[in-house]
Structures are given as C-alpha cells and as structure tokens.
C-alpha cells in the first residue's frame, strides 16, 4: 500500500508522500503538494513528529506553518513526559510498581527519542493488589476520577492532562493476558532517573499487537509500533515468538498484525519471523484476508464500530467464533455500576445486557457485530 485515499477514492499525492516519509525513503517532495493536508494527515496517524524528520533530512523546504505544530507537538509531549516523570517518582515513594504502556517511555524505547511518537495521553500499569493504593496516590495528588473503572483500567484527569490506570492489559472479554507472568517476566528500568517496571521484548511486541488490534489498526503510529517491537524481540527465536503467541491465545493476532506491517512498511518486517509465519499457509490465507479488509476503504477504515465483528473475523475456530460472542454478553462493570443505579438486583445483569446492547447499537449493529458477514 503506498497510497492512502478520500472517501470519495481519489488518490491524493500527501498521502504517498506521508508513507514514503515513514519509509524513509529519499524522495523530492512533490512542487504542488499540499502542505496543509499532509499536516493533517500526520496529525491524524500521530506521526507529525517521524514525518518532519524525513522531510528535514532529504532537505525538503518545509513551511513556517508546518514546523511551528512540530513544536507543539513536541511542547506537549515534554509536558507529558515531565507528568510521567513526577508520577513514577510518586509511585516510588509508595513502593507502589507501575510499569508504563506506551508514550514517553515506548517513544525513547523504538525511537530513541521521547520527542518522535507523538502521544495524548499517560497509561500506567499496575498489578490489581495495588490498584486502590495507586487510586488514592493519584486523587490525593489532585487527580480526578473521569469514570468508573471498567475491567481493566479507570481514567482520571488533573490540568487538562489525560491518564488510564490499568490493572489489566486488555479487556479480558476480549483479548487473554496472564498478568501473573507478565510482571514476573518484567525488568527494572528507569525513565529520567526514575525506577519504572518495563515488559519484556515478547511481552511489549505482543501486547502493542493487541492495542493495535483493538483499536483496528487506525492510526499509523501503531503499526510503526508493532514494527519496532518486533525488530526489538531478541530474548528468543522467531520460532519461539510465535509458538508464544499461539500459546497464549494470540496467534491470529499475531499473523495479522504481522501482514499489516508487511503491507504498510515491508522493509520493516523481519526476515526470520516472515519465514516462520509463512510456514502456516492457512492462517497467513486469513491474516491477508483480515488486512485486506481494513485496507479497502481507504484513511480510517480500519476505524470502524463494529470492533467485535473483527475480532471475530481473526479467529479461525468455530469454538473461539462462539466464545467471543458468548463473552460479548457477559455483564460489564458499566452494567453493573447501570443496574446498581436502577435498584436492580445483581443477577439480572446478565439479562439486562442484551436489552443495554440492542438500546445503545440498535439491532442492525448487534446483529452484523456477532456475525460479521465474513465470518
């Protein structure tokens, strides 16, 4: 793919220049580019930053306009990490472990530079026995509660700035984590002279693997993410990476986050671990299928809502097909916190959920998200 499209299907020059710029590749910038749409774009895929490194080396002349959000960009991802670096300070000092998910400490990880991935918000990760000790850490230092806890992190906000506590990697209806192994298999690090907790190489890529399949691949930093991890496994072969992955559940995540990298950056894509996957044909057939999908409509297709159906489209099992969607009926703790407010007892949860899915999506959407036309 070297070209992204407009809803209406009309290729437009600033997307080819965006991925060539994400590529590296040495490139004179087209004389009637847009400057404002490629601007946007970059903004879009939370790129803007890698996007202007390469227009600054191949010595394109890049408008006032364009570097001055470059800056901001960068302004606000200091503020960021400066926020970060109070809070593991904070945590340390309640010998309270947090290992942070992405943003300044993934950007100085796969690019070097806290300053290259643009971020928005702050992801800390602690285990369940010391998430309500890291609640009271965070309300006493001013932060607020924006909303309940769901089944794997709750968001707070202090000053405009945006943080997600999470006592679980993924919503456990959707994606399996083994918590337990994760922080055993963690190493101790530190980010701007402060102790952090930090994932293995496996456990990094894979878990950047399902953030990126969460949200359907659609922004580009995320597959730019799920390349680096995967360039930086080096704990074990890529042989034993992917039998990991299929240990754990998360083999068809895997070979699909894997196809989309090969689509998108293919000089990304490590050479041993494509050997390997290419060795299951069959689930290489439906990973390209998966990604052929996304692809097809174009800037933000993969952003779509019907999150469920696609999960369901990575899975080959029929067995896991009916698990999915018997988990997507299991009460959440948004229904819980709906029916306590109600005055409904507990065990009717699982009754109201239906009734709670068909108000808020209406029968069409349930309907194509438990059976996705594919599937």
Request: include cysteine; charged fraction near 20%.
């Amino acid at each position: 793919m070297t070209e992204f499209e407009l809803e209406q299907g009309v290729a437009i020059p600033e997307a080819h220049v965006l991925i060539e710029c994400l590529r590296g590749s040495a490139f004179p910038s087209p004389p009637s580019i847009d400057w404002q749409v490629l601007l946007n774009l970059a903004e879009s895929h939370s790129v803007l930053p890698l996007v202007h490194q390469t227009l600054v080396a191949t010595g394109a002349e890049v408008p006032t306009f364009f570097s001055k959000a470059v800056q901001d960009c960068r302004v606000a991802t200091e503020t960021l990490a400066t926020e970060l670096e109070h809070l593991l300070a904070s945590f340390a000092e309640s010998r309270v472990d947090v290992a942070p998910l992405k943003g300044p400490v993934l950007a100085e990880t796969l690019y070097g530079e806290v300053a290259l991935r643009s971020c928005t918000d702050l992801d800390l990760l602690v285990s369940a026995s010391d998430f309500n000790r890291a609640e009271r850490l965070l309300t006493d230092a001013g932060w607020v509660a924006s909303s309940p806890a769901d089944d794997y992190q709750r968001k707070f906000v202090r000053n405009g700035v945006l943080l997600e506590l999470h006592f679980g990697l993924a919503s456990p209806r959707a994606f399996p984590f083994n918590l337990n192994e994760t922080w055993r298999r963690m190493r101790s690090g530190t980010f701007r002279g402060q102790p952090l907790k930090a994932m293995s190489e496996t456990d990094l890529a894979l878990y950047l693997l399902v953030h990126a399949m969460k949200h359907g691949f659609g922004k580009l930093i995320w597959i730019l993410d799920v390349a680096g991890a995967l360039e930086h496994v080096r704990e074990c072969s890529p042989r034993e990476f992917v039998q990991q992955a299929s240990a754990r559940g998360l083999e068809q995540v895997l070979f699909t986050g894997c196809e989309m990298v090969r689509e998108v950056f293919p000089q990304r894509m490590p050479e041993g671990l494509a050997a390997v996957l290419e060795e299951s044909p069959e689930t290489m057939k439906v990973a390209r299928e998966n990604v052929a999908r996304l692809l097809i409509g174009g800037v933000g297709a993969a952003q779509n809502p019907e999150i469920w159906g696609f999960y369901l489209q990575t899975e080959t099992k029929m067995s896991n097909r009916w698990r999915r969607r018997l988990m997507y009926l299991v009460p959440t703790a948004a229904d819980y916190q709906w029916i306590e407010c109600h005055r409904i007892p507990r065990g009717f949860a699982p009754l109201v959920r239906p009734f709670r899915l068909l108000a808020k999506h209406g029968w069409r959407r349930a309907w194509r998200t438990a059976f996705p036309p594919s599937v």
